[in-house]
DNA sequence: TGAATAGTGTCTATAAGACAATATCCC
DNA sequence: GGGATATTGTCTTATAGACACTATTCA
């Protein structure tokens, strides 16, 4: 009934198998997770950042991140980072792409699985003051649309950051997709307070897009779109008329 | 073993470091490639399965793929596996998703870095001709536009196959980054001889999609993005009027 | 000549950009 | 009231869907 062409006894079961099974036969490499937490306001894309205090990199900057335990999923393996690293938990993460060239650690292999997590400036900045270590880094992005490429990053005094490892690629990719997503997607949202105005959604996708949206359109498809839903409350102590507050209508089965 | 940073002295050098540094200190997982290799014909998705002639998983189908060399990187790894599986080269492939839940394969810990590769199903039917071992699975999506999940395969014989591992999931993948990115990218091609009418890039468009196009819209929108150029050549004994044979152009810098 | 699909032209509906007019808040 | 932005309405333009009509090949 099988044929003879196997590389094993064809009849034995698969916990024979098992239990034959040498995990140790290859080289393997290392796990890791990174995660590119963004959030915008000043115009600018940010992103949390982390001084390494030794070697390898010694000093340059890098994204939060960790090995993954061997019996970890790869999103817990992110939320731990955001936990231990930022002090921050239930972020919106979502896994970006998998960085494995074979020398981007000197150490050893590290293939690291890149995750994009995505929260708002309040959440940020008190996440920063509340647990040190970490930095605010503000991010230039030398292209347009989502040609893709690495960003630059900037500490708050306007010092250009050293990057460690190819962190500089992995957060390039991870404004492309964002860039990408907000094509089809209502991921903005994510940046923003739970109540917010039209204008401040469209001030997060014009940071994110890095150039600017024309105000009628903008303000007709959000709203044609069945994802925003009015609060009845308005922005308060504005100096100008105040807009309505919108929040995200939690999107149901199309 | 969770911690990331290490505890040597942050006045240490990185070639110190180096030197001291311990890389079997914690377990590491295993990290394999897989391949949800694509094309299209007679109006649905085929995917390239290989039984498994051993266990775990012994008899399922699962995805041409291999464990990534300690030195070797992932793409390299992907293409490897389509060249010693399929016996393919030079085929278009892309990375798609990272799998790492901890119990998806029984023998240990493998992470998985899934490859979506598309080829024409001149190339793809020949290279299973010409190498024994490979199957061709007709694919059965069972949900919209990208909402996303598991697919079904069926044999050539219409019968319902068995999945190894996750492998449903990664086609599902497949067929979900394959959908989103026929709204903005033309990558429908990579599916198509050099040469191929309209018509058979909207049956081409139409099988990813999983629904019918307009016509007439469909011939605007490619002629109008500039990605076509007509061959001045016709396809031939069609029993009808023939149809202008288009090639895609290489996209220039926008 | 007839079957069958390719390719063109035109009309209509919808979405985007531009812009003007009015509304509403804080000072 | 003045400054500033919100919100509504209208006009114009670009694009998509629908459909009619002509063109071209093979049998």
Chains 1, 2 share one sequence.
Do not use: C
């Amino acid at each position: 009934m099988l044929t003879t062409e196997n590389m094993s006894s064809p009849s034995q079961t698969d916990a024979a198998f098992l239990a034959s099974y040498d995990p140790t036969a290859f080289e393997r490499p290392s796990v890791a997770v990174d995660v590119a937490l963004l959030t915008a306001f000043d115009g600018a894309l940010h992103a949390l950042l982390i001084r390494r205090p030794a070697p390898p990199e010694h000093d340059k900057h890098a994204l939060p991140g960790g090995f993954v335990g061997i019996e970890e999923a790869l999103d817990a393996a992110a939320r731990r980072a955001l936990r231990d690293k930022a002090g921050l938990d239930r972020v919106f993460i979502e896994q970006l792409y998998t960085f494995g060239a074979p020398r981007r650690d000197p150490r050893t292999r590290v293939i690291t699985v890149a995750y994009v997590g995505l929260i708002n400036a309040a959440r940020f900045t008190a996440a920063l003051d509340a647990k040190p270590g970490g930095e605010v880094a503000r991010l230039d992005v030398p292209w347009e649309g989502e040609t893709g490429g690495a960003v630059r990053a900037k500490s708050a005094v306007g010092k250009r950051l050293r990057l460690a490892f190819d962190h500089a690629d992995i957060l390039g990719m991870a404004v492309k997709r964002l860039r990408g997503k907000l094509n089809y997607t209502a991921v903005g949202f994510q940046l923003l307070p739970p109540a917010f105005t039209l204008r401040a959604l469209q001030e997060v996708h014009e940071t994110i897009l890095g150039h600017d949206l024309n105000k009628d359109s903008f303000r007709r498809r959000m709203l044609a779109s069945g994802a925003l839903e009015a609060t009845g409350e308005r922005e308060e102590d504005v100096g100008h008329r105040p807009a309505e507050l919108y929040r995200f209508v939690r999107q149901s089965a199309v």
